[in-house]
C-alpha cells in the first residue's frame, strides 16, 4: 500500500510502533453494501415469486408523515424498492400537523387489513406526535422495522423475531464478506433502540464477544481498539479517529451525517479531489460516523455511502415477505 504522510498520522497520535504496523498493513477491502444488497433483493424476488404460485403478495404500508426531505428520499426508495421486487405497497402521507390519535387510528387499520403484512412508520415524526405509542400500536407480526417491544423482547430472548433492519443488514455484510464473527470481539459504539442494542444482540447471537460503548463510556478509545469489529452507531461525523481503531479491524459505519460547510469538508476530506468535486457541485456530501482517515487503519470496512444503508432497504423487503410468510403459517 501507499504510506500514509507520517503527518497525517502524528496528527491523530499515533506512535511510531503504530505507524509501523499500518506500514506492513495491506490496503483494506471495501466492503461494498450495494451489491451485498442486490445480492439480497434477488433472492427475495425469487421468494415473492415462489409465493405469487401460492396466491400470496405481501404487501408493505408505508407511512410517511409531513415533507422531511431525507425521510422523503428513503421512503421513496422503498416504495421503490417493492415495485422492483413485487411486493405490493401503500404509501400513506399525512400531514405534518396529524395528531396521535388519528396516527393511532391509521395504525389500528393497517393492523387489519389483510393484503397489509408490514408496516413502517418512517422516523423521525414530528415532536408532537407520541412516537413510542405509534410504535407500541403496530401489531408485532407486522412490525417490519422490529421496533416493538415485543420483537425487541423475542430478540432479546433468541426467539424468532422481527430483527431491526440495519443491524440485521450488518450481519448480512459480514456473513457475505466472509468475515468471521464467532469468538471476535465486537465492539458497537452507540446503544439506539434501533441499532446499538440490537447489533449488539444480533452479533452476540452469532457468539461474538460484545461491547456496547457510549458517549459516557471511559477511555473509549482503549475500549475500541479492542475490537476485532468495530460498529460505529453513534450518529456524530467522523467521531471514530485513527487511533480508535485496532490495525486490520473491520469497521462498520453505520453514520450518514450530511456535510454542508467547508471547514468541516476540509477536516474529512482535505486532498480528496473526487470528494472535493461533488462537494463543490452539490453543495453537500456525506460522511459516517468514521473519520475517513480512520479506514486506513481497517482490515475491511463499508464505506458512506454505499456501505450499511442499501442493507436497511433490502432487510425491510427481507422481513415484509417474511411476515407475509409467518402471518400465514407458511
Ligand atoms: N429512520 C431512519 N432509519 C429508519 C428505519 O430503519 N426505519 C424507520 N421506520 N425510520 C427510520
Same mark, same amino acid.
Given at each position: 500500500?501507499?504510506?500514509?504522510?507520517l503527518?497525517?498520522?502524528?496528527q491523530?497520535?499515533l506512535?511510531?510502533?503504530r505507524?509501523?504496523?499500518?506500514?506492513e498493513?495491506?490496503?483494506?477491502?471495501?466492503?461494498?453494501?450495494?451489491?451485498?444488497?442486490?445480492a439480497?433483493?434477488?433472492?427475495?424476488?425469487?421468494?415473492?415469486?415462489?409465493?405469487?404460485?401460492?396466491g400470496?403478495?405481501?404487501?408493505?404500508?408505508?407511512?410517511?408523515?409531513?415533507?422531511?426531505?431525507?425521510?422523503?428520499?428513503?421512503?421513496?426508495?422503498?416504495?421503490?424498492?417493492?415495485?422492483?421486487?413485487?411486493?405490493?405497497s401503500?404509501?400513506?402521507?399525512?400531514?405534518?400537523?396529524?395528531? *396521535?390519535e388519528?396516527?393511532?387510528?391509521?395504525?389500528?387499520?393497517l393492523?387489519s387489513?389483510?393484503?397489509?403484512?408490514?408496516?413502517?412508520?418512517?422516523?423521525?415524526?414530528?415532536?408532537?406526535?407520541?412516537t413510542?405509542?405509534?410504535?407500541?400500536?403496530?401489531s +408485532?407480526?407486522?412490525d417490519?422495522?422490529? @421496533?416493538?417491544?415485543?420483537?425487541?423482547?423475542?430478540?432479546?430472548?433468541?426467539r424468532?423475531a422481527?430483527?431491526?433492519?440495519? +443491524?440485521?443488514?450488518?450481519?448480512?455484510i459480514?456473513?457475505?464478506?466472509?468475515?468471521?464473527?464467532?469468538?471476535?470481539?465486537?465492539?458497537?459504539v452507540?446503544?439506539?433502540?434501533?441499532?446499538?442494542?440490537?447489533?449488539?444482540?444480533l452479533?452476540?447471537?452469532?457468539?461474538?464477544?460484545? *461491547?456496547?460503548?457510549?458517549?459516557?463510556t471511559?477511555?473509549?478509545?482503549?475500549? *475500541?481498539?479492542?475490537?476485532?469489529i468495530?460498529?460505529?452507531a453513534?450518529?456524530?461525523a467522523?467521531?471514530?479517529?485513527?487511533?480508535?481503531?485496532?490495525?486490520?479491524?473491520?469497521?462498520?459505519?453505520?453514520?450518514?451525517?450530511?456535510?454542508?460547510?467547508?471547514?468541516e469538508?476540509?477536516?474529512?476530506?482535505?486532498?480528496?479531489?473526487?470528494?472535493?468535486a461533488?462537494?463543490?457541485?452539490?453543495?453537500?456530501?456525506?460522511?459516517?460516523?468514521?473519520?475517513?482517515?480512520? @479506514?486506513e487503519?481497517?482490515?475491511a470496512?463499508? +464505506?458512506?455511502?454505499?456501505?450499511v444503508? +442499501?442493507?436497511?432497504?433490502?432487510?425491510?423487503?427481507a422481513? *415484509?415477505?417474511?411476515?407475509?410468510?409467518?402471518?400465514?403459517?407458511?
Open positions: 500500500m501507499i504510506p500514509l504522510a503527518s497525517r498520522l502524528q491523530f497520535n506512535g511510531p510502533k505507524y509501523d504496523d499500518l506500514r498493513s495491506r490496503m483494506p477491502t471495501i466492503l461494498d453494501g450495494a451489491a451485498i444488497a442486490a439480497i433483493k434477488l433472492e427475495v424476488a425469487e421468494e415473492v415469486k415462489a409465493l405469487a404460485a401460492q400470496v403478495r405481501p404487501g408493505l404500508a408505508a407511512v410517511l408523515v409531513g415533507n422531511l426531505a431525507a425521510s422523503e428520499i428513503y421512503v421513496r426508495s422503498k416504495v421503490q424498492s417493492c415495485a422492483d421486487l413485487g411486493i405490493y401503500d404509501l400513506i402521507t399525512p400531514p405534518a400537523d396529524v395528531t *396521535t388519528d396516527m393511532l387510528d391509521l395504525v389500528s387499520a393492523n387489513r389483510d393484503d397489509i403484512d408490514g408496516i413502517l412508520i418512517q422516523l423521525p415524526l414530528p415532536a408532537h406526535v407520541d413510542k405509542a405509534l410504535l407500541d400500536a403496530v +408485532p407480526a407486522k417490519v422495522d422490529g @421496533f416493538h417491544p415485543v420483537n425487541a423482547g423475542r430478540l432479546q430472548a433468541g424468532p422481527l430483527a431491526p433492519c440495519t +443491524p440485521a443488514g450488518i450481519i448480512e459480514l456473513k457475505r464478506s466472509g468475515i468471521a464473527i464467532a469468538g471476535q470481539h465486537a465492539v458497537v452507540g446503544r439506539s433502540d434501533i441499532v446499538g442494542k440490537p447489533a449488539a444482540m452479533l452476540l447471537h452469532q457468539n461474538a464477544t460484545v *461491547t456496547i460503548c457510549h458517549s459516557k471511559r477511555d473509549l478509545p482503549a475500549i *475500541t481498539r479492542q475490537a476485532d468495530l460498529v460505529a453513534i450518529g456524530r467522523g467521531f471514530i479517529t485513527p487511533e480508535m481503531v485496532q490495525p486490520g479491524a473491520t469497521i462498520i459505519d453505520v453514520g450518514i451525517n450530511r456535510i454542508t460547510d467547508r471547514a469538508f476540509d477536516r474529512f476530506f482535505a486532498g480528496d479531489a473526487k470528494r472535493e461533488t462537494f463543490l457541485k452539490r453543495g453537500s456530501t456525506l460522511v459516517g460516523d468514521v473519520h475517513p482517515k480512520a @479506514f487503519m481497517a482490515g470496512y463499508t +464505506p458512506v455511502p454505499g456501505g444503508g +442499501p442493507l436497511t432497504i433490502a432487510m425491510l423487503m422481513n *415484509t415477505v417474511r411476515a407475509a410468510r409467518m402471518r400465514r403459517g407458511l
